[in-house]
């Protein structure tokens, strides 16, 4: 389903920055696990970071210390603030929600990296 909207992905040279965002209805955003996904070309998709409602951050070991996933529960929107990226961060970045229920996905956004 797509049922999040993403925003922040682009251009961007090597060493730079970029924060992505994700706004889901206040129903799902309200009782769900909150995710960023990414898919290179060639590679299959993986969990970049995720948060609990309560805050709890994980992270894929490649992006620790360089990419933040946050939450901002009044504005049902999950940000991933980018740093130090480099050309392996290329690929199609999604939001996912996890309710109880169901799991909901965006439509992507996609992160290009230049050298």
């Known amino acids: 389903q797509v049922q999040l909207v993403e925003s922040g992905g682009g251009l961007v040279q090597a060493g730079g920055s970029l924060r992505l965002s994700c706004v889901a209805s206040e129903r799902i955003f309200s009782v769900s696990v909150m995710g960023w996904y990414r898919q290179a070309p060639g590679k299959q998709r993986e969990l970049v970071a995720d948060i609990t409602r309560g805050g709890r951050e994980t992270y894929v070991d490649s992006v620790k210390g360089r990419f933040t996933i946050s939450r901002d529960n009044a504005k049902n929107t999950v940000y991933l603030q980018m740093n130090n990226l480099t050309p392996d961060d290329t690929a199609v970045y999604y939001c996912?929600?996890?309710?109880?229920?169901?799991?909901?996905w965006g439509q992507g956004t996609q992160v290009t990296v230049s050298s």
């Open positions: 996912n929600a996890q309710a109880i229920w169901a799991g909901y």
